[in-house]
């Protein structure tokens, strides 16, 4: 299953479907990476909406990604996690610590804007 | 096989995505509210991941159950790999023989309102674990 990843400006946009199987969610952190190096992006906005579990290799595939980007010295924010999902993630002991998130795709716009600026 | 059973054999990665879409989808066929479904959801994906990264196949079975005075659902994943040589040791936290995996089997006793584990080295592993509806 393709990821959409959308380019806006110095942000790169991804946006998860709700069946990412293992091998689509590694396609989409390797995808992610090439484009982030491509575009010289800024900041990428991971939209979850739409996942309806996040278990312990897609928690921990997120975490990996914002890690890596963040070595490139970019900045990663996870958006829409929703509150069940969330709910089940606590539970399960998944968290995703380092990781800016936000509660949609317009507060992780705003959280990147302020962060460009901090550093300009 | 009793009515309303449902098998899932777990060989790939894809299967633990049909794992957790069945899982959710009986969930709110009992009427689980969209928390529990998550959690049963997620309690399966976990579950078959156990199976694809440690036996590397095996079967989850999906069914209703009665208890006295509630329903609920029961999930059974169970496979012939080579089996936990220390369950305790496999029930603590951030515990995985896996490498990059955890074993997540105490998460997903927290997500479940009952949890059963046999396991034989060399003869495979059971877990079996239950949601009561509120």
Do not use: C
Request: hydrophobic share 45%; charged share 25%; glycine share 10%.
């Amino acid at each position: 299953m393709e990821v959409p990843i959308l380019k806006q400006g110095e942000v790169l946009i991804a946006t998860f479907q709700a069946a990412l199987s293992d091998a689509d969610l590694e396609n989409l952190r390797r995808g992610l990476l090439q484009q982030v190096v491509r575009f010289r992006s800024r900041g990428v906005i991971v939209d979850v909406t739409a996942m309806d579990v996040m278990d312990s290799f897609a928690s921990r595939t997120l975490r990996e990604i914002a890690h890596m980007i963040r070595l490139r010295g970019a900045e990663t924010v996870i958006v829409g996690i929703q509150p069940e999902v969330a709910f089940a993630m606590v539970q399960l002991g998944m968290t995703l610590e380092g990781v800016a998130t936000a509660l949609d795709l317009e507060e992780g716009l705003a959280y990147l804007t302020e962060k460009f600026k901090s550093i300009d | 096989m009793s009515a309303g059973e449902i098998r899932v054999a777990i060989n790939s990665d894809q299967d633990i995505v049909l794992a957790r879409q069945k899982g959710r989808a009986l969930a709110i066929d009992l009427g689980f509210s969209a928390v529990d479904a998550t959690f049963i959801a997620t309690a399966v994906s976990e579950l078959a991941r156990n199976i694809l990264a440690y036996a590397r196949k095996g079967e989850i079975t999906l069914r209703a159950v009665q208890g006295s005075n509630r329903r609920g659902i029961q999930v059974v994943a169970s496979d012939d790999g080579p089996g936990i040589p220390d369950i305790h040791q496999a029930m603590r936290d951030g515990f995985s023989t896996s490498g990059s995996l955890g074993l997540g089997l105490p998460g997903v006793r927290r997500l479940m309102d009952e949890f059963g584990i046999t396991s034989q080295p060399g003869q495979g592993t059971t877990v079996k674990v239950k949601k009561w509806k509120q």
